[in-house]
């Protein structure tokens, strides 16, 4: 049973261009969602996190935006650069600092 | 800061071999955990340790087994290994409380022949 799904496998984007990943869960006792950023032969490192209690969290070019009646969020890169090019988790929690379930991973490209 | 350390960063078993993998974290982290990467899955959490002296299961924990040696130390045992063990291993560590995520170590790719 995967509580958080991220029902894309990849996605390319063109340098500039805005990337958005998405993720879906199912368990609404999640209240903190998170997204990790893993390039590879390295382990995965936070990006940007959002709790329940807000639908809009912005970090520079990062922005996560949190649908709570649609067990949706998404992360928008706006300008995306090839440096961005990786492995997207998202991921959640019921708690803050509780154990993480992670989605499947998006692996994004963005072409110059 | 090293962070989190993982070792070996490689390995290879025969079937029925037995390894333990070490992970050490040095930044004070009351929360440890061990998770394993594979196509198509993700990350599923195997065991943690929520503090010293607790150990708890995770989503995959059969044919794995924990020890949370001290604050900084968590190792995970294969006991007889399986060719459906064959993945990456991540251990991470976190503060109990606060949203700062998780720090994750680079990994131990295992293969089970």
């Known amino acids: 049973d995967q509580q958080v799904k991220q029902n894309s496998p990849s996605l390319s984007v063109q340098e500039g261009r805005i990337s958005i990943l998405n993720c879906d869960y199912t368990?609404?006792?999640?209240?903190?969602f998170l997204w990790y950023k893993k390039y590879p032969a390295e382990g995965p490192t936070f990006l940007i996190s959002i709790s329940s209690i807000k639908d809009k969290n912005e970090d520079g070019r990062f922005t996560v935006f949190l649908n709570k009646s649609a067990k949706h969020l998404s992360l928008h890169i706006v300008p995306s650069q090839p440096g961005d090019s990786a492995v997207y988790f998202c991921?959640?929690?019921?708690?803050?600092?509780?154990?993480?379930?992670f989605g499947q991973g998006t692996e994004l490209s963005v072409k110059p | 800061n090293a962070g989190v350390t993982q070792t070996p960063k490689f390995q290879v078993l025969k079937t029925g071999q037995s390894m333990t993998l070490q992970c050490a974290q040095d930044?004070?982290?009351?929360?440890m955990y061990w998770y394993r990467q594979d196509p198509g899955m993700g990350l599923r959490l195997i065991y943690y340790s929520a503090s010293e002296g607790t150990t708890d299961k995770g989503e995959v924990p059969n044919g794995y087994n924990v020890s949370r040696l001290n604050k900084r130390e968590f190792s995970l045992r294969l006991e007889s290994a399986a060719p459906s063990q064959t993945s990456v291993y991540f251990c991470a560590s976190s503060e109990t409380r606060g949203n700062y995520g998780y720090t994750f170590g680079s990994g131990t790719r295992l293969t089970v022949v």
């Open positions: 368990n609404s006792m999640f209240d903190y």
């Open positions: 930044m004070n982290h009351n929360s």
């Open positions: 991921a959640a929690s019921g708690r803050q600092g509780g154990k993480l379930i």
